[in-house]
């Protein structure tokens, strides 16, 4: 078995002393987890946490614990702990994880599944234990969990720990037989575990006395221990009236009482944290108090699944009272200060941002942030910052660049650039320019102005409202005289869907906008560390594909990814890779298409790229479905309709692809709904002109393959209304033969509103588009039937360890080559086979040596 699989095994921790050994619970689990899911829910005290830990220290299961707090509610903190959860098993498997966004989507969930359908050792048997289940509220992140559990994995169990059922579809996985309950009433202690509980810790009671016990705690574990406490402190009798409501009072007496001073402020000390990390509490106590923690392990015990300490909630609530009596507010400011330092270190950022509030040390916070996430903040992020500016009622002007910078950013990931432009122009640039000079005085200045030109570069494109020019020109001014350099993630440029956000068609305003572009660009590189640096190359790129300028489109699309490589600009560039293949798939050029698919391919091993996996699943599944493989497509694009999580501005591309995918699968009706989904907002598809030609275009097969001639038709003319002032007509190219069929039936129908001529062109060009897609599939098709025989030896090599899971790396090391040779070969691989990517090249070859 590899490392650094889920194979790895879970260390045993050393056993507590006074923790019963229940072979009756312990036959109750054994049975339950030959099942799918097991439910242990119960009230707080009962043992559930202690019996399933206690269960699985003594077996020989991959384990995977998940800890939940209130916190978890989030969905991006829930995604840090569940990562962190599996970090205990594979720190590479946590990795991949951690790369992932929270898969609240189906799109976002396929992507996840990957992962543990390629590091699950089939041969293992795996435990996922869920616990404190009854704190997550959040629909989210319950979807996740219930999809996850639901997943028919033959080796995983998945245990929830609950104090009450979740509202998950328990019935339907109960007559499916693959649900076990476990409850309260297996989790009481019988008279018989009470007995040898109290002889495990050297008590012998009179049976009046057992039996008094029994009555007063039912069977109640933290009762149970609670009255052995009473019983070891004096033997000479035992009262336990009002058992729940004197539980606070033997804790003082029983428990805190015999402690030093200095470890019942630690133990207070930690109240404050939410299971607190073994490093980190042994950094707000010492050594010594950490070791003293074993002698009250009933209460508070070391979690090593988590690498954590659980404190008993019962007695969690004892020590939060003690808060306010026993710390000063600095002490606790400063506490929560170094558990956010500690979240920052270990990746927990949702945690950071929650213990930096509370220490309220808000620019630690913005640092933070500002260099752990993309330029585009994830939505429930930008939710949870507005909450923390909200809250904390700040002075922009005691800030730093962090700050502002993250602020102005939380308006583009929620698409609200009206209301920023308002924000800015109206209260914060006047407040700055107030202020006398100074450096900072001129970054926030700098900051804003960036801000300010981007929001009214996205609300100019419907006013051709060129006048933002002139806020990135005083961007650029203010960061020179400054002498600020912003670091990346917010240096790396985040595309819309088009590039060219024109709504007009007239040609006046494309050159105008390209031209505005092209400014934009030098004062945006110029000032902001490389942003958007090639990105008006991409403009005259995309107009080119367009215009079926197939010159313009190879010219602009190498300046662009020259310029992007330059400064990291990864979207840039694999945009350009994007209209490179599909001006190559026009021009019917195998090899060249499998270069710019191996280029999009190679950019998913790039950890610095953060939208890597999202934008190649939109990108290679376009070219799937083009191709005629729609079963290649991304599965969180094959569905009718599904609410995006990804920033607005991309939202169109999406939705096209989407809907040439169930075109191609013949549901059009679907296809309908998607394109009018969003079609005169900023993230729709038929937003800006070339997405709404695309839309019209792909509306007009549509409506014809459902007979639909007078909706097909004046879809058509309105297509050709938008794309003929400027010649765009390569979206009526990539449909095809439909637009062949489509043309024809016009003609047939005598109609006169778009010149014969155009349409014959049109026509002509769709046909010639059409035939060379034939030979293109036919080509591939020969390729993968002949292509592992002309493999050389050493590309077989390589062959052979890209099936076996080897990185590239690993390959280099093992065949005593470079990396740049094993790149080479893999670059030829792909396109011999036919291939787009590492899966691809060893299905196919393995397909190839099954003929033979």
Known sequence: MKEGKFYSNVPMERRRSDLLDRPRVDGILEQATRQQVVSVCAGAGFGKTVSVHSFLQ?????????????????????????????SAVSRETAARLAELEFPGTD????RYLKIPRQEVNKDAKYIFVYDDVHLITDRRV??????????????????????????????????????????????????EEVLRYFSLLGINPPAEVLHSVYRDTEGWAFAVRLAALALKHDRSGYALQGMRSNIFRLIESEVMSILPAGMRRFLVKLSLLEHPARDLAAELGGADCLARLDGISSFLHYDNYRNAYRIHNLFLEYLQEKQATELAEQEKRDIFRRAAAWSVK????????TYYEKARDYNELFEAVYSRVPAVLPVSLAQILFSVFERADLDFTMLGPAAWIIYIRLFFSTARFGELIDLLTGEIIPLFEKLPRSARKHQALAVCYCGLGRARFYSGAHTEDYSYVDDFRRSYYYQNISGYIPPPPVTVTSL????????KAGQESMEKFLETLAQVSRYT????????????????????????????????????????????????????????????????????VNTCLSELERALHNPEYLNRQLLYDIVSS??????????????????????SDLHSLIHGLETLVRAKYLFAEKRYPAVLAALGNRDNNYDGAGAFLFGRIGVKALEAACRYRLRDLDGAFAALEEAWSLASPQGLFMTFTELGKDTRTLIDAYFRKRRRRIPEKALRSIRRNASAYAKKLFAFREACHKSREHGAAALSPREQQVLDGLGQGFTREEIARDLSISINT??????????????????????????????T
């Open 58 to 86: 003594k077996r020989d299961f991959v384990t995977v614990w998940l800890q939940f707090s209130e916190r978890d509610n989030l969905p991006a903190r829930f995604w840090e702990n569940f990562s962190g959860a599996i």
């Open 107 to 110: 799109r976002l969930f396929a």
């Open 142 to 191: 319950l979807r996740f969990l219930e999809h996850s559990i639901n997943e028919p994995f033959s080796n995983i169990t998945s245990i929830l720990i609950s104090r009450f059922q979740p509202d998950f579809n328990f019935e339907r996985m109960a007559e499916e037989g693959v649900l076990t309950r476990i409850t309260e009433w297996d989790l009481r202690f019988n008279r």
């Open 346 to 353: 270990n990746q927990r950022l949702v945690d950071a941002i």
């Open 496 to 503: 819309t869907s088009w590039v060219c956000i024109v709504t």
């Open 525 to 592: 590189a110029l000032g902001w560390n490389g942003y958007n640096w090639g990105i008006d190359d991409l403009g005259r790129t995309e107009y080119a594909l367009f215009r079926e300028d197939f010159d313009g489109v190879e010219q602009f699309a190498r300046s662009a990814v020259q310029k992007a490589r330059e400064h990291q600009q990864f979207e840039i560039e694999t945009r350009a890779f994007f209209y490179l293949l599909r001006m190559y798939l026009a021009r019917g050029d195998v090899d060249a």
């Open 622 to 643: 376009w070219f799937y479905v083009q191709t005629g493989k729609c079963e290649k497509a991304a599965p969180w694009l094959k569905n009718d309709f599904e609410e």
């Open 822 to 851: 094993v790149k080479s070969a893999v670059r030829s691989i792909y396109i011999k086979l036919g291939a787009v990517n590492r899966a691809d090249a060893v299905r196919i070859a393995a397909a190839s040596y099954h003929d």
